[in-house]
């Protein structure tokens, strides 16, 4: 009777030894710290507080999906790599959209990207002055891509307003009203590009393509 007892206890002790170094095994895979990398408008901060769900998560478990998800939420980010570095780290590389301007639609404020995705508006650290667009999303998009198709200069623009008449007005960085017409606009401001930086026309402040077949300039 004595010699079971000591066995039961002898096993037990075993078991109990056993499933305690197994917790400590485990327990250093726990994820400690994580590295964010190529982040140049989020914070390092702004990165981790969104992962703050996944921190002392077992690194052998913990799913790539799962971080994916999280990341994924933030709409500035548009890719990542994601790097398990044993026993406690997590490496992650950012890709982050770039934005080209801050869409105003109504009452709601967008940064739009160069893909013309909305990103949510935050202020951003390390961000250059961007140009305006008073729009609804979708009429910007359009117009954006009619744009592009012609290789316009993007950059000389300091805002886009369209009027309910869905016609469009375009001012420069260096103060130069362009007044589209609702048809043929690109015909317009092929006609403008061609005339901004001759002699002649440099000091006309506006430029008003709204008649057919006329520019009047003030």
């Known amino acids: 009777m004595k010699k079971r007892t000591l066995v039961s206890i002898a096993l037990l002790l075993l078991l109990s030894t056993i499933t305690t170094q197994q917790e400590l095994v485990f327990s ?17 901060e702004d990165i981790k507080k969104l992962l703050f769900p996944i921190y002392e998560k077992n690194l052998l478990f913990l799913r790539s999906g799962e971080i994916e998800t999280i990341l994924a939420s933030n709409s500035l980010i548009e890719s ?5 570095n044993y026993p406690g780290t997590l490496n992650i590389t950012i890709y982050e959209k770039k934005p080209i301007a801050i869409l105003f639609d109504k009452t709601n404020k967008f940064y739009l990207s160069e893909k013309i995705d909305l990103i949510e508006f935050n202020k951003l650290k390390n961000q250059k002055e961007l140009p305006h667009v008073f729009s609804d999303y979708q009429s ?10 012609m290789d316009f200069p993007f950059y000389i623009i300091k805002k886009y307003t369209l009027f309910e008449s869905n016609r469009w007005d375009l001012e420069t960085k260096n103060e130069k009203i362009i007044k589209l017409p609702i048809e043929n606009y690109k015909k317009s401001l092929k006609n403008y590009l061609n005339l901004r930086n001759k002699k002649g026309f440099k000091k006309y402040q506006v430029f008003d393509y709204r008649i057919k077949n006329q520019l009047i300039l003030k």
């Open 28 to 44: 250093t895979f726990n994820l400690k710290k994580i590295n964010i990398e190529n982040n140049v408008l989020l914070s390092d």
């Open 80 to 84: 990542f790599n994601i790097r398990k």
């Open 140 to 149: 910007f998009k359009n117009f954006y891509l009619d744009l592009k198709k």
